[in-house]
T-cell receptor, first 115, second 114 residues
Framework: GENVEQHPSTLSVQEGDSAVIKCTYS??????FPWYKQELGKGPQLIID?????GEKKDQRIAVTLNKTAKHFSLHITETQPEDSAVYFC??????????????FGQGTILTVHP | KAGVTQTPRYLIKTRGQQVTLSCSPI?????VSWYQQTPGQGLQFLFE???????NKGNFPGRFSGRQFSNSRSEMNVSTLELGDSALYLC?????????????FGSGTQLSVL
């Protein structure tokens, strides 16, 4: 089955700096890669996603890049703010197949943004 | 539009008991998935339901079961609770089309087994 590795497990940055979180996946059939942000006491919130026919996607301060050949994808947050502090999860799935509802998640990255 | 609603928010049970958790999806979403989140294992897929039918299942023992009703609301049940079942149980819903894999999660039910 699919395996997703996420690094780093913790990331500490100063406000205004950039943060980068990286994930690798094992199943070459995976074609959908979402990123979730989870704050304390809440469920994961979808913040951005990318499909395998796209190499990069941006949404204001966040961007995701995908390298299908190397089987890795990354989340980039620019101009970080204290409210960006949370746990971030990457995930992968094989959309369009029989993997209904199944995302394989990375282990998470605890991001701390210091004012 | 209201998000995914899960009840109850917290539950405390003892070993051997059973528990039922409830999930109301976003209006118009007909697919409901369940996940278990623990510090050690992370987020793991339990099962997915669409139109009252289980379409996909993760690697969990038969003690974990679920169902979906005609209004798309879903419940999951865990029988003969074990200490290791203590976790945050998350429900997610999605539209069947155009992006069935775009999941929206609720805040979860925190289950503690004593």
């Amino acid at each position: 089955g699919e395996n997703v590795e996420q690094h780093p497990s913790t990331l500490s940055v100063q406000e205004g700096d950039s943060a980068v979180i990286k994930c690798t996946y094992s199943d070459s059939a995976s074609n959908y890669f979402p990123w979730y942000k989870q704050e304390l006491g809440k469920g994961p919130q979808l913040i951005i996603d990318i499909r395998s026919n796209v190499g990069e996607k941006k949404d204001q301060r966040i961007a995701v890049t995908l390298n299908k050949t190397a089987k890795h994808f990354s989340l980039h947050i620019t101009e970080t703010q204290p409210e960006d502090s949370a746990v971030y999860f990457c995930a992968a799935s094989t959309a369009g197949g029989t993997s209904y509802g199944k995302l394989t998640f990375g282990q998470g990255t605890i991001l701390t943004v210091h004012p | 539009k209201a998000g995914v609603t899960q009840t109850p928010r917290y539950l405390i049970k003892t070993r051997g008991q059973q528990v039922t958790l409830s999930c109301s999806p976003i209006s118009g979403h007909r697919s409901v998935s369940w996940y278990q989140q623990t510090p050690g294992q992370g987020l793991q897929f339990l099962f997915e339901y669409f139109s009252e039918t289980q379409r996909n299942k993760g690697n969990f023992p038969g003690r974990f079961s679920g169902r979906q009703f005609s209004n798309s609301r879903s419940e999951m049940n865990v029988s003969t609770l074990e200490l290791g079942d203590s976790a945050l149980y998350l429900c997610a819903s999605s539209l069947e089309r155009p992006q069935p894999d775009k999941l929206f999660f609720g805040s979860g039910t925190q289950l503690s087994v004593l």
